[in-house]
Each structure stands twice: as C-alpha cells, then as structure tokens.
C-alpha cells in the first residue's frame, strides 16, 4: 500500500538518506531497523509530513502523494506515534482521542457523551477494556500507548508508524500491545515499527527492512530469519578503525561498585581502576546514564555499596562526589553541561570558582587556570568573554571539559561524550580521553555508539532494561557481540 | 550606513543601552519643564507657546534644579535599596513578594526595642543612647536576616515555588506585625537613631542617597566578582548544570534571600530614622511591585540567569524621574501608575535581543 522510492535528503552538505526505497504491503508490520543515526528518524519524519525530502516520490495506495505539513500525512490516512507520548495526562482518555477535532452540540457546546460513546466503540473494536472517562494520568504506559493508537484510529489511520513503542514498557505490557497490533494487522491496518529490540521484531513483525548510514541495506520477510542475521545486516562492514586504548591496564583501584541498584538499573557491579577506560553501552532505556547519575549523587541508589580508593562511600550530591575526586561530563549538554548566559571563561572553570578566590575571584588566577586547559584541549574561540554560545558545539563540550579537569579528578564519567559533535572535534576529544587515561585518571565512557566504544575502551559492560549482561574484554569486543547483548540476547562469538 | 548598522547592533546587543537612552530623554525633558513653561491652548485657535519660567539668577534655578533631585534620590533611596536585592532574587530564578512587609517587621521591631519612652525594651533594661541604637540596629538587621532565611529554607528545602512562599509570608509578616502593634502607642526614637538618616553632610540631608549608592556599588562587586555571585547567576540560568557542577544550590538560594532580608531590615531602619514613626498598615506596601519593576526596565530577565545591578539602578532613576515628570507637568496622581506600567512593558519590549 506504501512505496516510497529513492528518498533522498540531506541537511547542508551531510547526506542522510541517499536512494532510500521503502515498501510496506496492507495489513503488514513492518520492521524499521538501524543503528543510531542510520536515518530510521528522517525517513519516517519524511513519511509523516515533519520533513520535506529533496527527491524521490512517495505513493500511498497506487497514488503519488506529497505531504507537506503534518496535518496532509494525517488526512492521507498516516499516524505517526512518536516516542515520547503526545497525551495530556489531566485530561480523560476520550478528550485525549477528540483532542482538536471536538465534536459539538448543537448548542456548540462539547459533546462529551458522543465523544464518549464513538471512543468506546473503538476501544471495543481494538478489543480493548477500557472506561472512555478515565484520566490518563492513571493508565499505565502500555494503555497510553493504546490510547494513542487509539486516536490514530479515530482518525481513521491505515498505517501507523510506531517510534519504539516499547522502550519504557515491562513485558507485561509489552504483551499488551503486541496483542492490539496484531488485531489491528487482521483488520487491514499496516503498521511500520520501529525498534531496536531484535527479539521483539522477529516475534511481531511481518517484515524488516535495514538503514544503514543513509543506505536501504536489506529488506526481506521476518520469516526465517534470525536474530544473528538482522544485527549483522545492521552493523555491516563498516570500516575498522584503529583502536585508541589507554595502554595502561592493572592501576590501583579507584572506584568499585557492588550489586549497584535504583531507578532504572539494577544489581549493576564494576570495578575501575587508574589509567584505565571502561565502557558502559547498550540501547535506549538501559539505565547506564541513571547507574552513573547515582554514582555521581544526582539520583539515589536504592541499593548496593561504593568504595573509592578502597573505602566505602556513600555520595549524596555531586558536590560530594566532586570532594571524592569524581568528575562527571553529562549527556544532553544544552540542559545539563553549559549555563548559556555565561562567557566561556566562567563556564570553564565553573566547577574550581573556589580555588581562586581570596574575598573576591582574581580574574588573573581564574584566567591562568582556563588559559592552560584552553591549551591543552585545543578550544577555537575569539575570546574568553564571549557568550559560551558562541562556540561549535565540540569546543563547547571541550570548555564543559575543562571545568572538571581543572578539578583534576581522579575518575571522570564521561556521559555520551561526543554527542552533537564534529568529526574533527570528535577525535580530538578522543585523544584528551586516552592521554587523561595515560596520566592516571580512572575513566568510565557511557555510550551507544558501537564504535566509539570499541576504538577507546580496555572494557565495555553491556547494558540491556537495567541490567548489565555481560563485561567484554578487548578479545571479544566488537559491534556484533555488543549488538546481539544490548537487544537482550544470544551467546557471545570470540 | 556601516555606522548605522554598528549603532543597530550595539543597540540590539547591550541591554542597558535602552534604559539609559530612556533615563537621559527622561533627564532632559524633566529639566526643560522646570526651566520653561509650556503653554498648549486648543481654542479658538491652535497654540503653542514657550516662555521661560521667571528665575532671579541662575544660582536661584540651580538650586531648585539639586533640591528637586535631591527629593528624588532620597525619596526613592529605600526602594532603591530593596530593588537592588531584589536584582540578587530575580537573577537567581526567584522572586521575594515579601519585602515590604518584611519592611514593616523589621520597623516595627526596632521602634518597639529601641523606643526612649518606658515601653521600650532597651529602655526598661537601662540600656540607653548610642549603645541602644547599636544593639537595635543589629538585631533588625538579625531579625531581616530570619525572615530572609525562612524564606530560603522553605524555597530551597521544601521545593515551594519562590511565588508562592513570598506571597504567604507577605501577609504573615504584615498581618501579625499589625497584631502585636495594635496595642502599642507612638514611640520616641533617640536622637543617634534618627541621625543615620538625619545627620547633614555639608548642610544636607543625603545620608540615605549615600547609602543607597554605596550598597549598589557592593552589590555590584559581589555580583561580578565573588564566588557567590557567580553562582547566583548560574543557578539562575541552568539549574541543573549548577548542581552537577557541584554548586550547592539549596545554599545559594538560601542567602539570596537571606541576603534580601538584611538589606530590606537596612532600608526599613533608614526610612524609620528618617521619619520618625511607621504606619504599620501601608508603609513598605507595593515597594515589591516597585523594586520589581525597577529591576525588569533594568534589564533583568524574570526567567532568571542574566541581569545587572547598573540595569536595576537605573531602572528605579528611570520610574523615580518619570514619577516626578509627572507631577511637575501637573499629570493627575491617579494616572501616574499608568505611566509607570506602560514603562515596564515598553522596557521590555526595546530589550528584546536577538537570538
């Protein structure tokens, strides 16, 4: 019923997609799969309106079709259910399904027994028991997603594109949701699902199509295929490149963490030692990020214990984490690496303001500290006054870098430590990496790029729904076996 | 046409280039109605006519000229104060609703505790003269301090809304202040008291003028360049960056508002010593409003991060002068705050910067 044909696009000179063929038959579901920046996103954003495509033809059901805005690709008969959930929790399920298309009264009031009596007719045909006049706020995730689905439907969707529907669900619900798409498939509804969860596209889907840095690499029935080949289908041959690691192996222990639990993780146990890189992975909804939060005394650990430098220690805030000798470079760096009112120069040595005061900060000091630092990372700027936004986003992370450094720390946390960053600042960041891991410093890079992960890590603890699945030594590291353990399966290949 | 272009961008990219243009236009027409008098007539026929206003020397319009704006600076030297704290809050994320029954509080403690007639506290211990204003000035200053800090523990530890926890203690402080003093009669203040407002410097009374710019001139060195006042800034700005960058964030709003409540305890003393005796009811009412809008025309952003103690300053000169604009063109009271709010909208409005 869909064919979309050599899509094309590309934002300024960076091509992400290049001839991309997609099809998915009435009544299919259809599997969208690709590492991170593969294009999985673009395409559907294409498909969905959000994005124009610079060529390539799109036709829904024998009849070319062009979407310009959301709302065509929604009138064309296409929901999209993004990731993040678009419902207002302190409204009911049916005003959720209504909301923007309200149905009126005569009296051009809402009609809320109508709205009422058409959602649960839905419901029913979804097969589905749920009272229409429930807040949403009190559904669980899995009922979200369905009433989501649900206004898909009311919209009389017949091809529904689902963005990892399954991340922040239990298997309970997961169950819950598998079953609707399957009743929906025997109604003729296509669903194009996208995920990363390789045993959860062999058990639902249909078909499976593969995006491989902007390339459609396979396409082919689920039927009969493994598990095995859908990863390696997904990490190809890519070119190796060299390996970065520290060289240094056997320090002295720095940090250890034993049966480590709280939000979204789970019995997690590491151990780091000096001058060495250990790599946390795994997909979407892992927990690495919120393990390291807690080490770190931003969230709680609810259980286990932590020694630094072989005594216990319990870390309530960062500032005592800091105290202990911990850095920490946080993912999403707009929200929580950079203060964006503030010069470069206050940014940078944000963390130290402290070290270079008597009563007042002495501007000299403050200089000299950043001036070496600004060295040593190789940080292009004009000057230091100058707002921290107007630098590219790889010296910002260098100046968010060199706030901590100047703390010299003993182990600095790295939290997807490239994200938003140039090819060029992107190796130079790996670089100041292994040469801090050479002086000493105890590193932990959390990362969901396969490679970044092989070329800098002396070992790599792979995350999959909270829990660590394995720890892989250089031996056995590669984008396979990372692969097959961050999607929740499979015995290791050497 | 390149000047052009420098002047539009340095407009666009310096906040206070605005105020101040608006504060000098203020300055000159407030000047040219004091020197001549505008006569408009509409019937029969349009007219306009300019005579200059009858002096008897230069030195007798100078005169009137500094004593107008000595009236201004000094009758605007408590909000002046309480706004420059108020610039601390704001920055910082936050809002303080209740300074001005803070005010209240604080006067009210220091008439009670200082009072020269038997009622007062210091009076019955047998403490009198100058060592009974030192010991009332410091426990007004104490009692700011308390109230400050209660403010900031609630904000900081019980995670209310800054809005919110003000705006209840606004009418706490008032309300049992009002409680405690309906009873009391009018106090005596002793002499060494009312001279931290009164005392003449060169025969005039400007002691509060001078407070006022000394405290602005500390506010401003702590904001630029202590530990501290960095840190105002970047909890203001990013919350969350602050706190994983070690910043102690529950600390530093704490002594924002804390550091608010001395200061506001400071000016309540000066106004108190100035004159004499407080209404309990209305005095320090809507100084919250003012100081605020003082340090919006300033420059400051509500959403906290970005701001200056320059801003503030002139954004009070700013509504102090227009205020006395309008009464010297005869402009009828109940429009002057309509003034006022048109100001800070249009304030606003020309500091929009490019993003």
Redesign the interface.
């Known amino acids: 019923m869909l064919k979309m044909l050599g899509i094309n696009k590309a934002f300024n000179e960076n091509r992400v997609l290049m001839d991309v063929d997609f099809c998915v038959k009435e009544g299919e579901i259809h599997a969208l799969i690709g590492e991170n920046g593969a294009g999985k996103s673009t395409l559907m954003n294409i498909l969905g309106g959000v994005l124009p495509c610079d060529s390539g033809t799109i036709t829904l059901k024998g009849k070319d079709v062009r979407f310009l805005r959301p709302r065509d690709a929604m009138d064309a008969g296409i929901a999209f259910i993004h990731q993040e959930l678009n419902l207002i929790n302190d409204l009911t399920v049916y005003e959720n399904i209504f909301i923007g298309r309200e149905l009126k009264t005569r009296a051009g009031l809402v009609d809320k027994k109508e709205m009422s009596r058409r959602s649960s007719e839905i419901l029913k045909r979804m097969g589905i028991q749920l009272d229409p006049g429930t807040l949403v706020k009190e559904l669980d995730a899995s009922y979200k997603q369905i009433v989501e689905i649900a206004r898909a439907l009311m919209m009389n969707a017949r091809l529904i594109i689902m963005d990892e529907p399954t991340t922040s669900l239990t298997d309970v619900e997961i169950g819950v949701v598998f079953k609707l798409m399957r009743t929906l498939k025997s109604q003729g509804v296509s669903i194009i699902f996208i995920s990363h969860k390789l045993g959860e596209i062999l058990s639902v889907c249909d078909a499976y199509t593969v995006l491989r840095d902007g390339h459609m690499v396979h396409t082919a029935p689920v039927a009969g295929a493994t598990a095995d080949e859908l990863a390696y289908h997904m990490v190809g041959h890519s070119v190796r490149t060299e390996k970065l690691h520290s060289g240094m192996q056997g320090g002295k222990e720095l940090l250890r963490g034993e049966n480590l639990s709280g939000r979204g993780f789970e019995n997690v146990t590491f151990t780091l030692h000096a001058g060495e890189i250990l790599g946390f992975t795994g997909l979407l909804g892992d927990g690495r990020s919120e393990l390291f939060s807690a080490v770190?005394g931003?969230e709680k650990l609810s259980g286990g214990q932590l020694w630094m430098d072989g005594k216990t220690v319990q870390v309530h805030?960062?500032?005592q984490?800091?105290a202990l000798g911990i850095g920490?470079v946080?993912r999403n760096r707009k929200?929580?690496?950079?203060?964006?009112?503030?010069s470069i120069l206050?940014n940078g040595t944000?963390?130290t303001?402290?070290k270079y005061?008597k009563?007042?900060?002495s501007?000299k000091k403050q200089r000299a500290a950043f001036g070496t630092l600004r060295e040593k990372l190789r940080i292009k700027m004009e000057r230091e006054e100058n707002l921290i936004t107007s630098l590219s986003g790889g010296n910002q992370q260098k100046v968010v870098l060199s706030?901590w450094l100047a703390?010299s720390p003993k182990v600095l946390i790295f939290d997807n430590p490239t994200q938003g960053v140039d090819v060029g600042a992107k190796e130079d960041i790996y670089d100041i990496i292994v040469s801090l891991a050479r002086e000493g410093v105890g590193i932990v890079i959390l990362s969901s790029e396969a490679q970044e992960i092989i070329r800098l890590c002396d070992r790599v603890q792979v995350m999959y729904h909270g829990r660590s699945m394995r720890e892989l030594g250089r031996e056995e590291m590669n984008e396979y076996n990372i692969m097959l353990l961050a999607t929740g399966g499979g015995e290791v290949k050497a | 046409m390149k000047l052009i272009r420098k002047m539009k961008k340095w407009w666009r990219t310096q906040p206070l280039l605005s105020v101040a243009t608006a504060l000098l236009l203020l300055v000159i027409v407030q000047t040219m109605v004091m020197t001549f008098d505008f006569t408009l007539a509409f019937a029969p026929e349009f007219a306009f006519d300019v005579k200059l206003k009858a002096f008897d020397s230069v030195s007798a319009w100078w005169q009137k000229w500094t004593t107008n704006w000595r009236n201004i600076l000094l009758n605007n030297s408590y909000v002046g104060m309480i706004a420059l704290a108020m610039t601390f809050v704001i920055i910082s994320g936050g809002i303080d609703l209740s300074v001005g029954s803070t005010l209240v509080a604080v006067g009210a403690a220091v008439m009670v505790i200082i009072n020269t007639k038997e009622a007062g506290i210091l009076t019955q211990l047998g403490i009198t003269g100058v060592p009974a204003v030192v010991i009332g000035v410091a426990l007004g200053l104490l009692l700011g301090f308390l109230l400050g800090q209660l403010n900031g523990i609630v904000i900081a530890k019980g995670k209310v809304p800054p809005f919110i926890v003000t705006l209840g203690t606004m009418m706490i402080f008032r309300s049992v202040t009002q409680y405690f003093m309906q009873t009391r009669k009018g106090a005596a203040l002793p002499t060494a008291f009312k001279n931290i407002s009164k005392f003449q410097l060169g025969g005039n009374m400007i002691l509060p003028i001078i407070y006022w710019l000394v405290l602005a001139v500390i506010l401003y060195?702590v904001a630029k360049?202590?530990?501290f006042g960095?840190?105002v800034?970047?909890v203001?700005?990013?919350e969350?960056?602050?706190?994983?960058?070690?910043?102690?964030v529950d600390r530093v709003k704490r002594r924002v508002y804390a550091l608010t409540g001395v200061i506001v305890a400071f000016a309540a003393m000066v106004q108190v010593a100035r004159i004499g005796s407080m209404d309990y009811a209305s005095a320090g009412s809507g100084y919250e409003m003012d100081a605020i809008a003082s340090v919006i025309i300033g420059g400051t952003a509500m959403s906290g991060?970005?701001g200056s103690i320059i801003g503030t300053l002139l954004g009070t000169l700013t509504l102090a002068v227009m205020n006395n604009l309008l009464t010297l063109m005869g402009v009828d009271p109940f429009l002057r705050e309509a003034f006022k709010g048109a100001i800070v909208v249009a304030a606003v409005l020309l500091q929009r910067k490019e993003k």
């Not at chain 1, 929200?335 to 503030?342: A, C, R, S, V």
């Open positions: 770190f931003v805030s960062p500032r984490a800091r920490y946080p929200e929580n690496g950079i203060i964006k009112d503030m206050n944000l963390v303001l402290d005061k009563l007042l900060i501007g706030k703390a | 060195i360049h202590t530990v960095r840190h800034y970047a203001g700005s990013n969350r960056t602050a706190r994983l960058s070690g910043i102690n991060g970005s």
